[in-house]
């Protein structure tokens, strides 16, 4: 028998975060200042204040027709603060803000003293007035909560009218408790293509540049290093190169006071029980998925180098679904072209992991590799 272990590090790629901003859109508050008659407001200070911000504070000045926006905003909660000299400082609280929503943050000020604030508290808005794209905010609480193996596509198949396949989705089936383990599939949405699909890492994209950049990179994001997952389903706009759904994990970046935690889970074939009757085979329904054992370990830590100024954040992640019960080596075809690749597929038959030999540039097979593959092959008998 033989086991299919990846080991996940974020140890090596430390994120430290020296700037206030990042490289890719995230979220951001806009908005219009007006005084108590309705006419707009130029000049006012509008300053943003978060937990979530090195430094704490994001400020901008409303412009000549009274709006402003404060752009590159982190994943949490903000304090919004209106400034005019000779008018009440209003502050509104409690704007939750996620992946790349525009909450719209309007204020009316009213003449009086600077020294007089006035708190007003309400729901954060919903509706992003200010871009047609449809996005999902996946954030650290569910990814730990929902019973899966808590990869970026297992999550992301949650979204109502999502479809998942590829190796080891069952076509179609839900990854209930993490029996999929480490596996590679793609997620689609409203027609769109498997090959649509685009997965970023805080904007930077690490997809397989063999399948024009989707997810299918060979690389699995360590969750407990992600702050949330954004997932845009449609809309996508000027900016999109593809109509398919893009996925982009959110970086978790440490924060003014040293924070540990550690998930842990795991589970083994006498915990697993199964209902699949030779009745229910007779009608033909695929064989459940079958768990030899399974878990998933990890820990991370983050906190101040210098508060205000620089975090860091570190996570490791060793992650095993012990599911695997033969290889076959495959000659076949892929996308009109010779390909070759070792499969390993469980007990419903379904494939779990694959390994491809390298293209050149001209995306024809590397002839060395292909070499070593057939010899392998014969040596093993596949």
Known sequence: MRRVT?????????LVVVASGTAFAQASIAGTVRDSSGGVLPGVTVEASSDALI?????????ATGHYQIVD??????VVTFTLQGFSTVKREGIELAGTFTAQVNADLKVGALQETVVVTGETPVVDVHSAVQERSLNQELIDSVPTSRLFMTLGVLIPGMNISGAGSGNGSQDVGGLLGD?????????????DERLYV???SIGHPERTGSQASGLTPNMGSAQEVNVKVTGGLGEAETAGVRVNIVPKEGGNRFTTST???GSWSALQSSNFTEELKARQLPTPNEMKRTWDINPSFGGPLK?????????????????CTHVAFVSRPFMGRPSRSLQFFNGAGEAMFKVFVRRDAERNLLADQVQRFDELRARLGG
């Open 55 to 63: 430094g704490k504070t994001r400020s901008v000045e409303s412009d």
């Open 183 to 195: 596996t590679m599939a793609d997620l689609t949405i409203n027609g769109s293509r498997t090959s």
């Open 73 to 78: 905003l982190r994943p949490g909660v903000y």
């Open 202 to 204: 805080d904007g930077m």
């Open 263 to 265: 998930f842990l889970s």
């Open 307 to 323: 508060k205000d100024k620089i975090w860091f954040y570190s996570s490791f992640r060793h992650l095993k679904a012990d599911n």
């Open 6 to 14: 990846r080991l996940l590090t974020a140890f090596g790629a430390l």
